[in-house]
Structure formats: structure tokens, C-alpha cells
């Protein structure tokens, strides 16, 4: 067995013990691993009606087989469980270097089930594994956490090897819009599982070990990895865009197209984009590059903020910060977006989910919806102070923040304007203004995950050209590309790859590292196919957690308000119009079932007999 | 002679070259405990540490070296695994492992997959 370790730890939390279990070839096979595995665990062992917020819900980290074998941008690992925010199936990508100490811990997975009696940390430290008591832990920022548990070790050369994996005080208070940090990085798509991790009352996971991951043709993948290390340096998105500014470079083009939202999706042109440009980000922030494991691009991007409560701490907010946070909220001051994004990695919240529902308050207070009386707090449009005041207050559950904490659906029909809430499936839009990018759009609509555009980042060919030339504002095609790309992301996440590695390589160019690591002969239609299998697994799990056609629909706004100005002028978003074709090239009937051929097609008949009942 | 040139200032932490390492020791086996090259990190600067002699006793003064307004553990740097810092030392044999400059000339297999610059083949 190469790439894979093989085995998985099963800890039951709620009777305090653990075991180790092996992982079939055959489902190996079938599911490739990370993402594809662990949404068959937890489609074959929860009910996906269940509530997420109790020990009945699991929770799987999984890493993938490409990791953490040297695989370039091998680093990723998958948190899957049932949302608290948006009720269908969640998967988090975490970045840096905790998926691939897993691996290295001899596991390739673990599946935590239950409930602890009081706050626990999960230890695996070269094979010895415990479930330690935490309650000194317990409200206690991400770093906090991370350092505490590292001092706490006897040799201090053995926390150099140790890496955490935790929540802030957002997860322990099971807010909905928590997210799971790792060696202080946001994980990508986390909202509603921190909270999980909150009902379980696990605080961290560390891990360190000594086992070795196996590559199958050890001289061929070295070359091949080489090869691919050198395309990634002459494709100038990834040698240069993203490695001197990380995504926060799209900043600037997205303002071009007119795909970056303003206010709450108001809005989507901005005429000061200067201030929050490449040169801006550069000289606001002392810019440092950090890559995560086995990573050639290093898109991530260290500053020091001066701020005396986080100071050298931070990351520079990436794109979807200075979107999420900053624009969609009206905020421009770079300075109080870096602290909102240090907060939310700090405290433990998600950026999407928290800057998504903090705009949406917003707009009800810029629209007299809302009275300052009746929250307690200023939300005014603008206002970096307002933003970095409600995400304390969120994470901490205090006052009337416990009420927008619930997130921005809720609020958005607590008030009586449920049109206001820009998202879908309950989880608030990535900074992208749909009508602008069509194909991203659908995504957005269609996405087992919520809207969130590293699940299918069209982007790629949509605006960036890299592959494809396509139009944004065009829809031709685009059913066919969103399928494409969601089904290259479900492989790639199931291997342990990094999305953004496709903005310079191409899928196929993957085929070659991915057979002499894994001893496989795969072609990439048959690894697309996987993806589509996991794609399709993770719309049942939906459709029984009581999600179908009318939950695959943006917010009336983007149907029916033009975009008011701009470069993108009068676009509206066509996604309704597509949604027939992208079905039916998914071999779904018309309400978004997959039909009988197509889950046999898949090998995944079983299920649909399951299903039919 | 050649030299490999480490420039910490531009180290991203990715570890890349303690795989590549590990990889061009044993055959298709990646492991950073196997590497002769590893990356410490202390606060938010890494530092790449390319494998010396073993020693059986550690030093018995401490040094400090200062970067900037940061003072930091001297031990960090340093080339030997000691008892005190056991490091480099193969963990199922106990072998103590030393660069021995591995790769095709003319560049050793951590510097080729170093991305960033921070590890430089140099010739005097
Ligand atoms: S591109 Fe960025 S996010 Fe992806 S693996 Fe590299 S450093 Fe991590
Ligand atoms: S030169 Fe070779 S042996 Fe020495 S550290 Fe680099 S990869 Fe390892
Ligand atoms: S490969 Fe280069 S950048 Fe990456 S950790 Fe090693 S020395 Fe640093």
C-alpha cells in the first residue's frame, strides 16, 4: 500500500476509549481518500437528518494519500462532518502542516464520535495516544492553545514536530459560524463544523509521529515532482501573482470585471480599489511568504500588524478577507480588515460565514430594518470599528451578538427580510457578485458545500484564461465547466491537493505524479469519474437531509436587480437558466435527483435502492 | 568548492527539501525524521539546519544569537545532533545521519526542490 498508511483511529468520546481499525482497499480504491473517504464514512454512519450539534453527528479528518509524501502542494487534509450552519454534508480543507503529521502519526484518518464529559484534547504523539483533559484550555485563543500545549511538553525539540489543530472560543460556544483553525491558518470552507468540534467538547487534536509514508516508483516520482516544481515556476500566476501577494492579487482584476461585492452585493464596483490593491497590501503589511507542506508556491502571506493585542501574529488577509470582510461590509481600511481576519483566526470564526452575516446587519440598519435599540450594537456600512466589535462579540456569545452569531439567514428572517440574506443553503455567498461570473454562479447555487467557490474555482477559466478562454458574463458552456471543475476539486481535495496549484498546472499534468506515488495506472477521465462518484454521494446525503431543487437557487437579487454600475453594468445572473442543462449533464431528473443510470454508472447502485425508501 | 548557500530570510517553511532529502536516501520513502536537512521554526521565521557530525556530549555553554530586535536559541542552527538535541538521528536504527551532499551535480536534491531561493548551490 503506497501513499496510504492504511489505518484509521476510531475515538468514542462519550466512553472515553479509542480504537484503531484498517481502511479496505477497496474502499480505497473507490474513494481515493481525504474528502471521497470521508464522506462515505459519514453518508454509511450517521443519519444525515440528524442534529448537528449532537454526539450522534461525527466528525472525520482525513488526509489524503498525495500527502505528505512530497507531492507538490501535497498538504491538505479534510475535516468532514454534518454542519451546524447549513445542515448539509461539510467539508473544511485545512492548510499548513497538520495534515501531513498525521500521516506521518501512521494514520490516514480519524473518526471522532460522542461526546466528552468535559473539555478534552486528543493527543497522538508518536503513537501514544490519549484523550487529556483540557479545561485549562477551554476559552483560550487558537495560538494560545497551540503554544500552551507545546510548553507543556517535557523536550522541547519535540514541539518543533508537534502540530495542533483547534477551536477558539467560537466552536466551544457552538456559534454556527465556527471555524477549525490549524498552525494559525483559516481552513478553507469550515463554517459550521468549529461548532461541531464545540458539541463534542474536543478542543485540539496534536499529532507527531515517526512512521514514513511509501511511494510506490520512489525514482520516477521524484522526477516527475521536479518536473512539475519547474512548470509551477514558469507559469507566471503561480511564480509571481500568488507567491508575492498570496490571492489578494485578485483583488484588483475582480474590481476590473466588476465581480467584487460592495456593501452587502449592493454594489459591485468600487472606485478606491487602489487602497486596497497589491501596493496597498504590500506596504500596509510587511509581506512573508509561508507555504504550507511540500508547497512551491507559498501563496500565504505573514504580516505584522500594528496592534498590541495580536502583534507579528497575523496573516495578511488574503482575498476572500479583504472580500468577505472588508468590501462586502464597505470597510476599505486595510488595517481593520487584517485585525477582523486575525480575530476570526484567532477566536475561531469563519470569514465568509461571519463578514456575510455582519454585512447583512448591516444593510438592515443602513435600511432602518433594524434599530440600533433592538441589536445593542453600531452596524454601520464602513465602519471597521463596528465589524471588529460584533466578531468579539460573536465568538464570545455576548449580548445581542448572540442573535447575529446565529448567522445571516437567521437574522435576515428574525427580521422579516429573509430576501436580504445574500447566500445559499444558509451559508453566506464568497466575495464573487454571481451575475458577473456566471459559471461561478451556478456553482454557487448547485455547490454540495454552500457557496463557496474553492469547491469549483471557475475562476481559472472564467476570468483567468488559464486553460480555457471563457467569457465571465457569457453562459455558454458553463453547466459543462462547472461540472468539470467541481468534479477536479472533489479529486484533488481527495488526494490532498491545493486548488490553487490548477493555476498553473493543468489536471492531467497531475496524473503522472499521482500513479508513480500511489503504484496505480489511473487515466484522468477514470480520477474524474471518483470525483464525480463523491460529488453525487454528497448530493444524497443532501437530498435526505432534506435538500433538493428549490435549496439550488442564488437570492432574488441576483435575479432580479441589475447590477447598477460599474464594469459589469446590467448583468443579472442566469444560473435558473442553466440549472436544467447542469443537471442534465449530471444525469440528475429535473428536481436534482441523481436518476438510477447514472448511480450505476458510478457504482453507486447500492445507495439508490437505499434511497428510493 | 561548492557550498549550499541558506538564506533563512527566504525559507517558507514548506519542508519541501526535507522530502526531497528523505526520498533521495531510501527510495520512495518520505520522511522528515529521516531527512539530513530540517526546518526549525521559532516564532515567525524558519530556519533550514543541513545535518553535521554527531557529537555524544552537548555543548556545555549556551549561545544566543541575536537577528534583529529577536534573540534566539543558538542551538537551533547548529549542524550537530547532540543528546541534548537529538535530532538527525535515524529514529529505528539510532543512526546519526550527515548531508553527504547527495543529488545530480550540479545541484543536491534539497536545493532542487527548494522553491524559494532560500537554499542556493554556491561554487567558490
Ligand atoms: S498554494 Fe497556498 S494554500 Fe495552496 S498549498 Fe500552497 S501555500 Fe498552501
Ligand atoms: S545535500 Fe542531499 S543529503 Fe545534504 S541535506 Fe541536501 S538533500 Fe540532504
Ligand atoms: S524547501 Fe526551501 S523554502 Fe521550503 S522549507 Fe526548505 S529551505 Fe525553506
Given at each position: 500500500m503506497y501513499g496510504w498508511t492504511g489505518r484509521c483511529l476510531r475515538v468514542n468520546l462519550t466512553k472515553n476509549d479509542f480504537q484503531l481499525e484498517e481502511i479496505s482497499q477497496e474502499l480505497m480504491n473507490k474513494f481515493l481518500g481525504g474528502r471521497g473517504l470521508g464522506v462515505k464514512i459519514l453518508y454509511d454512519e450517521i443519519d444525515p437528518t440528524v442534529d448537528s450539534l449532537s454526539p450522534d453527528n461525527k466528525l472525520i479528518f482525513v488526509s489524503g494519500p498525495l500527502v505528505g509524501t512530497g507531492a507538490v502542494t501535497g498538504a491538505s487534509c479534510n475535516v468532514i462532518t454534518k454542519s451546524a450552519l447549513s445542515g448539509t454534508i461539510a467539508c473544511a480543507k485545512l492548510r499548513g502542516h497538520f495534515g501531513a503529521?498525521?500521516?506521518?502519526?501512521?494514520?490516514?484518518?480519524?473518526?471522532?464520535?460522542?461526546?466528552?464529559?468535559?473539555?478534552?484534547?486528543?493527543?497522538?504523539m508518536d503513537d501514544k495516544i490519549v484523550i487529556q483533559p483540557a479545561l485549562e484550555y477551554w476559552g483560550r485563543t487558537t495560538s494560545e492553545t497551540e503554544n500552551m500545549f507545546k510548553n507543556s511538553l517535557s523536550d522541547k525539540w519535540a514541539a518543533c514536530d508537534t502540530y495542533l489543530l483547534s477551536i477558539?472560543?467560537?466552536?466551544?460556544?457552538?456559534?454556527?459560524?465556527?471555524?477549525?483553525?490549524?498552525?494559525?491558518?483559516?481552513?478553507?470552507?469550515?463554517?459550521?463544523?468549529?461548532?461541531?468540534?464545540?458539541?463534542?467538547?474536543?478542543?485540539?487534536?496534536?499529532?507527531?509521529?515517526?512512521?514514513?509514508?511509501?511511494?510506490?516508483?520512489?525514482?520516477?516520482?521524484?522526477?516527475?515532482?521536479?518536473?512539475?516544481?519547474?512548470?509551477?515556476?514558469s507559469a507566471s500566476?503561480?511564480?509571481?501573482?500568488?507567491?508575492?501577494?498570496?490571492?489578494?492579487?485578485?483583488?484588483?482584476?475582480?474590481?476590473?470585471?466588476?465581480?467584487?461585492?460592495?456593501?452587502?452585493?449592493?454594489?459591485?464596483?468600487?472606485?478606491?480599489?487602489?487602497?486596497?490593491?497589491?501596493?496597498?497590501?504590500?506596504?500596509?503589511?510587511?509581506?512573508?511568504?509561508?507555504?504550507?507542506?511540500?508547497?512551491?508556491?507559498?501563496?500565504?502571506?505573514?504580516?505584522?500588524?500594528?496592534?498590541?493585542?495580536?502583534?507579528?501574529?497575523?496573516?495578511?488577509?488574503?482575498?476572500?478577507?479583504?472580500?468577505?470582510?472588508?468590501?462586502n461590509c464597505g470597510i476599505t481600511d486595510?488595517?481593520?480588515?487584517?485585525?477582523?481576519?486575525?480575530?476570526?483566526?484567532?477566536?475561531?470564526?469563519?470569514?465568509?460565514?461571519?463578514?456575510?452575516?455582519?454585512?447583512?446587519?448591516?444593510?438592515?440598519?443602513?435600511?432602518?430594518?433594524?434599530?440600533?435599540?433592538?441589536?445593542?450594537?453600531?452596524?454601520?456600512?464602513g465602519h471597521g470599528k463596528d465589524l471588529i466589535h460584533a466578531l468579539t462579540l460573536i465568538a464570545t456569545k455576548k449580548g445581542h451578538a448572540i442573535r447575529i452569531g446565529q448567522g445571516a439567514k437567521a437574522i435576515s428572517e428574525e427580521y422579516g427580510h429573509p430576501e436580504l440574506f445574500m447566500g445559499v443553503k444558509n451559508i453566506p455567498l464568497a466575495p464573487f457578485?454571481?451575475?458577473?461570473?456566471?459559471?461561478?454562479?451556478?456553482?454557487f447555487a448547485t455547490s454540495n458545500y454552500g457557496p463557496h467557490h474553492l469547491y469549483a474555482y471557475t475562476f481559472i477559466d472564467e476570468v483567468l484564461n488559464v486553460h480555457e478562454k471563457l467569457e465571465p458574463w457569457t453562459i455558454e458552456g458553463k453547466p459543462e465547466l462547472v461540472k468539470r471543475f467541481q468534479d477536479i476539486t472533489a479529486v484533488m481535495d481527495s488526494l490532498g491537493l491545493c486548488n490553487w496549484s490548477l493555476m498553473g498546472l493543468k489536471f492531467n499534468s497531475f496524473v503522472p505524479m499521482i500513479n508513480s506515488c500511489l503504484g496505480t495506472s489511473y487515466k484522468a477521465e477514470d480520477l474524474l469519474q471518483t470525483g464525480e462518484r463523491i460529488w453525487n454521494?454528497?448530493?444524497?446525503?443532501?437530498?435526505?437531509?432534506?435538500?433538493?431543487?428549490?435549496?439550488?437557487?442564488?437570492?432574488?437579487?441576483?435575479?432580479?436587480?441589475?447590477?447598477?454600475?460599474?464594469?459589469?453594468?446590467g448583468q443579472i445572473s442566469k444560473a435558473n437558466e442553466m440549472l436544467d442543462d447542469y443537471y442534465g449533464f449530471r444525469g440528475w431528473d429535473n428536481k436534482g435527483q441523481p436518476s438510477a443510470k447514472i448511480l450505476k454508472a458510478l457504482e453507486l447502485e447500492e445507495i439508490y435502492g437505499e434511497d428510493k425508501n | 568548492m561548492a557550498r549550499i548557500k541558506i538564506d533563512h530570510t527566504k525559507c517558507t517553511g514548506c519542508r519541501h527539501c526535507e522530502i526531497a532529502c528523505s526520498l533521495n536516501h531510501v527510495a520512495g520513502v518520505a520522511n522528515p525524521r529521516r531527512a539530513r536537512i530540517r526546518v526549525f521554526r521559532e516564532g515567525t521565521t524558519y530556519f533550514p539546519t543541513i545535518a553535521g557530525p554527531f557529537v555524544d556530549a552537548a555543548c556545555t555553554?549556551?549561545?544566543?544569537?541575536?537577528?534583529?530586535?529577536?534573540?534566539?536559541?543558538?542551538?537551533?542552527?547548529?549542524?550537530?545532533?547532540?543528546?541534548?538535541?537529538?535530532?538527525?538521528?535515524?529514529?529505528?536504527?539510532?543512526?546519526?545521519?550527515?548531508?553527504?551532499?547527495?543529488?545530480?551535480?550540479p545541484s543536491p536534491s534539497c536545493?532542487?526542490?527548494?522553491?524559494?531561493?532560500?537554499?542556493?548551490l554556491v561554487e567558490d
Open positions: 503529521e498525521l500521516k506521518y502519526s501512521g494514520l490516514d484518518m480519524i473518526i471522532v464520535e460522542g461526546k466528552a464529559e468535559f473539555p478534552v484534547i486528543l493527543s497522538i477558539g472560543s467560537a466552536g466551544e460556544k457552538l456559534v454556527p459560524l465556527a471555524n477549525v483553525i490549524n498552525d494559525g491558518f483559516l481552513s478553507v470552507g469550515a463554517a459550521g463544523i468549529g461548532a461541531v468540534m464545540g458539541s463534542k467538547n474536543l478542543k485540539a487534536i496534536a499529532v507527531k509521529g515517526n512512521h514514513s509514508v511509501t511511494v510506490a516508483d520512489g525514482n520516477r516520482f521524484v522526477q516527475v515532482v521536479t518536473t512539475l516544481i519547474n512548470k509551477l515556476n500566476l503561480t511564480s509571481q501573482s500568488m507567491s508575492s501577494w498570496g490571492s489578494a492579487f485578485l483583488v484588483g482584476l475582480c474590481n476590473q470585471k466588476g465581480i467584487l461585492p460592495f456593501k452587502n452585493f449592493q454594489r459591485s464596483s468600487f472606485e478606491e480599489s487602489k487602497q486596497i490593491g497589491t501596493e496597498a497590501l504590500s506596504s500596509a503589511f510587511a509581506l512573508r511568504s509561508r507555504g504550507c507542506f511540500a508547497c512551491p508556491i507559498a501563496c500565504i502571506k505573514k504580516t505584522d500588524v500594528n496592534n498590541p493585542i495580536f502583534k507579528g501574529k497575523g496573516m495578511a488577509p488574503t482575498y476572500l478577507a479583504i472580500g468577505a470582510l472588508g468590501l486595510l488595517t481593520d480588515i487584517g485585525m477582523a481576519n486575525m480575530i476570526c483566526a484567532e477566536m475561531g470564526l469563519d470569514p465568509i460565514a461571519s463578514g456575510g452575516t455582519i454585512a447583512t446587519a448591516m444593510e438592515f440598519s443602513e435600511k432602518g430594518l433594524l434599530s440600533k435599540d433592538s441589536i445593542k450594537l453600531d452596524l454601520r456600512f457578485d454571481p451575475r458577473a461570473i456566471q459559471g461561478m454562479g451556478l456553482h454521494l454528497e448530493r444524497l446525503f443532501n437530498m435526505r437531509a432534506g435538500f433538493n431543487r428549490s435549496h439550488d437557487i442564488l437570492p432574488e437579487r441576483f435575479y432580479n436587480e441589475h447590477i447598477a454600475d460599474g464594469p459589469a453594468k | 555553554s549556551k549561545n544566543d544569537l541575536i537577528i534583529g530586535d529577536q534573540t534566539y536559541n543558538m542551538c537551533l542552527i547548529c549542524r550537530a545532533s547532540c543528546p541534548e538535541k537529538p535530532f538527525f538521528i535515524e529514529a529505528e536504527t539510532g543512526i546519526p545521519l550527515k548531508c553527504d551532499f547527495c543529488g545530480i551535480p536545493v532542487t526542490w527548494c522553491n524559494s531561493g532560500a537554499l542556493e
